[in-house]
């Protein structure tokens, strides 16, 4: 959204952002969710090149609000709502999402969570036995490595998901910065989810 405030003015950069709200139902697993994921796009060439869309984190934002003086864009870039549709419909042929799932932990990931953020959360109950040395040697390797064998890879289609919302538009990013993403070990700490 902005620069921090008082931040000095410039030469902002235009990149394309894209919000969509996002409903899964895995039917099989039992699970059903709402989340929203962010894209953002940089602008190359005068359009939004899509194959180049990064997940970012909303709450990192580099930008301004609204559009900086004509002569701070460069270039100088607008997406009309057609523009913007085009935007949405390509990221989702694009994207390939998956959900990772525990059935023994009753875990699932969130989406966009990776498959080693997702183990690492899965097995992250066991690190304070293993260094208490509860669960050492050979007994303890063996019990890692039947949790980690025991998590399970769903593909996302439109049978298992709908986007019920999508907001796609342009912010400006002072030259040189550009959307950021949340590191995905903030994950880790975050509160589990339990299979519905």
Do not use: N
Not at 164 to 173: I, T
Request: hydrophobic share 45%.
């Amino acid at each position: 959204m902005s620069a921090a405030p008082g931040a000095r003015a410039g030469v902002f950069a235009p990149w394309v952002e894209a919000a969509l709200c996002v409903r899964i139902l895995v039917a099989e697993w039992g699970h059903a969710d709402e989340s929203w994921v962010h894209w953002a796009i940089p602008v190359e060439a005068g359009g939004p090149v899509t194959e180049k869309a990064r997940s970012f984190d909303p709450g990192r934002r580099a930008g301004m609000p609204g559009d900086p003086p004509i002569g701070a864009q460069r270039p100088p870039f607008a997406l009309d709502a057609g523009g913007a549709h085009a935007v949405a419909t390509q990221l989702l042929a694009l994207w390939q999402p998956r959900l990772y799932r525990h059935a023994g932990l009753g875990l699932v990931s969130g989406l966009g969570e990776d498959a080693a953020s997702f183990r690492r959360r899965c097995l992250s109950p066991l690190a304070a036995l293993l260094r208490q040395g509860v669960m050492a040697g050979e007994e303890g390797a063996a019990t890692v490595a039947r949790l980690a064998d025991d998590i399970e890879t769903r593909p996302l289609d439109a049978g298992t998901m709908e986007v019920l919302v999508a907001r796609v538009g342009v912010a400006w990013y002072l030259a040189g910065t550009s959307p950021q993403d949340a590191s995905g070990e903030l994950l880790i700490g975050g509160a589990v989810r339990a299979t519905r």
